[in-house]
């Protein structure tokens, strides 16, 4: 048997590493270079919303909370009524959140065993809100994603067909990059200027090592 592939099936743990970064850093198009790399990648806010819509105890503590309006007959969520309510109330996105994340938490721990078992020296854990919610206290390394403001502004506009106003809007309610990245183990440039591969490539090396 080949010494990787034997290596591979005797690891018993994988690193648990979060990437993160402000609204329009690039933090997605880095996760898919990782993942071209062969390294699973959890989306948070993906599962999120799954778990929002399929998981009946995350269900059923949403009913409680905002009342039955907040699924429709079909038993599909009714974002807009929920947002109404979060959005005018802090203890209603409060209330949310405190549902929500422990349960994407728990959820993304399952993923990792069941990657851990196929033998990959890490994973990737993708969100948004991976500091503001605390999650990232659950890592074993953190990537944070960075770029300048005002090209961060650009690329959102761009991609969302937001005004400025609409994407400072959606900026303050998140963690300042400044903040995230005192708390990075490793940090990624994509201003434009630096080559992203090359400062992916690198980080990947060193996971896989710090990991054998």
């Known amino acids: 048997m080949p010494e990787e592939q034997q290596t591979a099936n005797n690891r018993q743990k994988s690193l648990r590493v979060g990437i993160t970064g402000g609204i329009g850093s690039g933090k997605s198009l880095v996760c898919r270079m990782f993942a071209k790399l062969g390294v699973p990648v959890y989306d948070a806010d993906y599962w999120a919303k799954w778990l929002v819509s399929y998981d009946p105890e995350i269900k059923k503590g949403i009913v409680d909370l905002f009342g039955p309006e907040a699924y429709t007959p079909d038993g599909e969520y009714n974002r807009p009524y929920v947002a109404k309510i979060v959005f005018a109330e802090a203890s209603g996105l409060a209330g949310l959140n405190a549902l929500v994340h422990p349960a994407v938490e728990r959820h993304s721990r399952a993923w990792h065993e069941e990657q851990t078992a196929l033998g990959y020296p890490y994973t990737l854990k993708e969100a948004a809100l991976m500091i503001e919610s605390g999650s990232h206290k659950w890592l074993d390394y953190l990537i944070v994603v960075t770029a300048p403001e005002a090209l961060r502004i650009r690329r959102v506009m ?30 990624i440039f994509n201003d434009g200027m630096q080559m992203l591969i090359p400062q992916v490539w690198r980080i990947h090396r060193l996971l896989v090592e710090k990991a054998e």
């Open 158 to 187: 761009r991609r969302d067909g937001l005004t400025e106003a609409e994407v400072r809007a959606r900026m303050a309610s998140q963690m300042p990059e400044s903040e995230k990245v005192k708390l990075a183990d490793f940090v």
